[in-house]
């Protein structure tokens, strides 16, 4: 078998043949498959050129290590000899005239031979890391690699993922085994989070007060943010925090995989933690700072005075002493101005200084904590919102609230790493929110995050190189463990390493897809998650009315069973080979199966058909822009099935709402129901009455049914049903009004807001 690949054209028959073949991933720029392989033995030796060289040792050394730990191979360095120099070994050979940057490598796999050339010791440890996803999963004493041949380098300098340890500690062993799975995959930056309002998690010395009482949080919310109203805790305490030598520790970890870690010191807002151990730093001491028990943002920020930075510049030069790379984070996000606008000092240091806002004096606090640190040779890094009121003159921008933030910053000569929310915030949902653990929101199945190009086209050929590259988001206010961490991190951040690494130009995720399905099992210990092998369904009408359910999964090659009859699929059920058609209100159960054994996938979902279903409807007020742009929602036989997420729902947001629909011929409607939201300490609440009204000709609407709706306003969030029973009634359209309950009432957080409320599935009988 002889084929040749070229960047990035990688047919998925080809990727398919067996666990030890050419499943790499992130996929190299340059790839040619060979004939035959390469068998290890007894003998097979580790040879590294020039053999003086340190770092080329170390490399082949941690090679050696992870081989051992992850196939069970016994292999040996040795240095370079004429007695090794022609026998079947594996040849690490740093070569400064290869040209491909200081990640790149050439990796040449034959039967009687292993090379891997690098300018850089860094690029022979990424070409190490093919080689190992080249080797077969689980231990075997003996083992091969296929035949090839790469050359192969990265597309973007930058390649991160960020770890939240303020919400939730984690300890130095999952730290490491975190930086090991980066490394595995090409990546090559670490952005620790390790302040916030809900913990402070690094020693320092100069201020033991931070981590003796900023470390410890008393408890923590019950369920979801806004699960319950009011908000329930745990009483459970939560701490943890890294001394200095455990971090010199992970530093020094790191720099052996070649990956460099970003510390994050959070500032001006997210302080709450440090505020509680030195209360002097805020803008109302005598408040009496607690460390923040709630997940989201505290009003309490650090107070721009000259106190306040003095102690993060001593907090800084120990972080300096702690981490050798270029950037110091220094969050700049989410920094509440009520503190700032409350304040006597902060109103008399804004006219000072002639700045217009709160919005300025952000600013003015960011650059004067950027000027200290480029005078200790350092940059800084900070998220979108430290363009607002002015960007410091030399900072880097992280773009997380959509691209626009890079866009902007790029324009500027700024440089940037693209990290937005929508592709790269991996703590949201990957799967149908009522059956997932606990998530913070949103929806980022693995083939969106697949999709993102982090390039804006918005930008010219010049504004471009200010782009660095991408990075992944891990927030852990609902992931308190190192397993909960690593079930929403992969396999997404590894598909986000892919984005990071290859070439520009289309990705086929078909062909990702099967790459990762053969290289799962190699990430031993990593409780990932299976959504790879979820099944999804759409609904869609026929000629004749009925409603016909599509079925999709994102892996090519298994095989979908379902039921229709409540009874577990398996092997023998049906096998879905076109859309199913439903004649009644029907709960399908499905499961995914490859060559006789289950994969993980799973469905069950019920469908409701009635005489409203795949009907036209008209709005006489609109509900939230996003919320129902084709006006299919409320007749898809779909019904919401969870608070936890929005997406079949239909919000309507400070008023009422009012719409018709037609079912295209005067016939017998007995009842029509529907569901409501009540979310209440996000300011869902259900209408406070609904109106559901009867007409045969569409401007006559009679035998109106017209009641409140009550509720506990008090408890956990909830969907509550509205029904309306007419018995013998006829009609062609229905007519729906549900009232706003108007604003939050006294005692809410958001006591005289707008509230919105938001429904379902309208069912006709």
Not at 385 to 402: H, Y
Not at 466 to 484: C, D, F
């Amino acid at each position: 078998m002889n084929y040749l690949l070229f960047f990035l054209l990688v047919p998925s028959t080809v990727l398919a043949q067996s666990d030890n073949q050419y499943n790499l991933i992130p996929f190299p720029a340059r790839f040619s498959g060979q004939n035959g392989q390469f068998s290890f033995s007894a003998s097979t030796r580790v040879v590294v050129t020039p053999a003086t060289d340190v770092a080329v040792r170390a490399v082949a050394q941690t090679f050696v290590n992870q081989v051992k730990a992850a196939n069970g191979l016994s292999l040996a360095v040795a240095p370079t000899s004429p007695a090794l120099a022609k026998g079947a070994h594996i040849f690490f050979s740093l070569n400064k005239k290869l040209n491909l940057g200081d990640e790149g490598y050439k990796l040449t796999v034959a039967p009687g031979k292993v090379l891997a050339e690098a300018a850089t010791p860094k690029g022979l440890f990424y070409a190490a890391q093919t080689l190992r996803q080249l080797l077969p999963a689980g231990t075997s004493a003996t083992a091969s690699l296929p035949a090839c041949a790469i050359t192969d380098k990265p597309r973007f300098g930058y390649r991160g993922l960020m770890l939240d340890v303020g919400r939730h500690f984690m300890p130095v062993a999952f730290v490491k085994k975190f930086i090991d799975l980066m490394a595995m995959h090409k990546q090559n930056t670490f952005h620790w989070h390790l302040t916030d309002d809900q913990g402070w998690r690094i020693e320092i010395k100069k201020y033991p007060k931070l981590t003796q009482i900023g470390s410890k949080r008393a408890e923590s919310i019950v369920g979801q943010y806004y699960q319950n109203y009011p908000q329930q805790f745990d009483g459970k305490p939560v701490g943890g925090f890294y001394t200095q030598a455990e971090i010199r520790d992970v530093v020094r970890y790191a720099q052996t995989r070649f990956v460099t870690i970003i510390p994050e010191i959070e500032m001006p807002g997210h302080a709450q933690a440090a505020l509680a151990a030195y209360p002097e730093l805020g803008c109302d001491p005598a408040k009496g700072y607690q460390v923040y028990t709630k997940w989201g943002v505290s009003d309490d920020v650090y107070c721009p005075s000259e106190k306040t930075f003095g102690f993060l510049q001593d907090v800084l030069t120990e972080v300096i002493a702690l981490f050798p790379g270029t950037y110091i984070h220094i969050g700049g996000d989410e920094c509440p101005k009520t503190a700032w606008k409350n304040s006597a000092f902060c109103q008399e240091l804004m006219k000072k200084n002639n700045l217009k806002d709160e919005h300025e004096l952000q600013s003015y606090f960011v650059r004067r904590m950027e000027k200290f640190l480029n005078s200790k040779g350092r940059s800084i890094i900070g998220w979108d919102e430290i363009l607002e009121g002015g960007l410091a003159p030399n900072a880097t921008v992280m773009s997380w609230r959509g691209t626009e933030g890079g866009i902007a910053a790029a324009k500027q000569k700024h440089t940037v790493v693209m990290t937005p929310g929508e592709f790269c915030y991996l703590d949201h949902y990957q799967g149908n929110p009522a059956t997932e653990p606990l998530a913070i929101g949103g929806y980022l199945p693995l083939d969106k995050v697949y999709s993102y190009e982090p390039m804006p086209t918005e930008l010219s050929a010049a504004e471009q190189k200010y782009i660095l590259g991408v990075q992944g988001n891990i927030w852990t206010e609902y992931l308190p463990t190192p397993e909960s961490v690593e079930y929403m991190a992969f396999p997404r951040a590894i598909a986000l390493a892919e984005i990071g690494w290859m070439q520009a130009g289309p990705h086929n995720f078909e062909d990702f897809a099967q790459r990762l399905k053969n290289h799962l099992p190699k990430l031993t210990g990593v409780p990932y998650a299976k959504r790879l092998f979820d099944i999804t369904a759409s609904t869609q009408p026929n000629d004749q009315g009925q409603l016909q359910v599509v079925l999709k999964k994102l892996d090519t090659d298994s095989q979908i069973f379902y039921t229709l009859n409540g009874k577990e699929p398996n092997e023998r059920s049906t096998a879905y080979i076109g859309p199913i058609t439903l004649t009644k209100t029907t709960t399908i159960q499905a499961i995914t199966r490859t060559g006789g054994s289950p994969t993980g996938g799973r469905l069950t979902q019920t469908f409701t058909l009635h005489k409203g279903k795949n009907k036209p409807y008209t709005y006489a007020l609109a509900p939230d822009q996003s919320s129902d742009p084709t006006s299919a929602k409320l007749t898809d036989g779909v019904r919401g099935d969870t608070p936890r997420s929005r997406r079949e729902w239909v919000n309507f947001s400070g008023s009422d709402m009012d719409l018709t629909v037609d079912l295209g011929d005067v016939t017998s409607v007995t009842k029509v129901s529907l569901n409501f939201l009540k979310v209440i300490l996000e300011k869902g609440f259900p209408p406070s009455s609904v109106e559901i009204a009867l007409s045969k000709d569409g401007s006559d609407f009679k035998e109106a049914i017209a009641q409140p709706v009550t509720y506990e306003l008090n408890g956990p969030w909830a969907i509550l049903p509205v029904v309306a029973d007419f018995k013998t009634a006829r009609a062609r359209y229905i007519r729906i009004r549900a009232r706003n309950a108007g604003v939050c009432p006294p005692g809410h957080p958001d006591a005289g807001a707008k509230t919105w409320l938001a429904t379902d599935e309208v069912v006709v009988e």
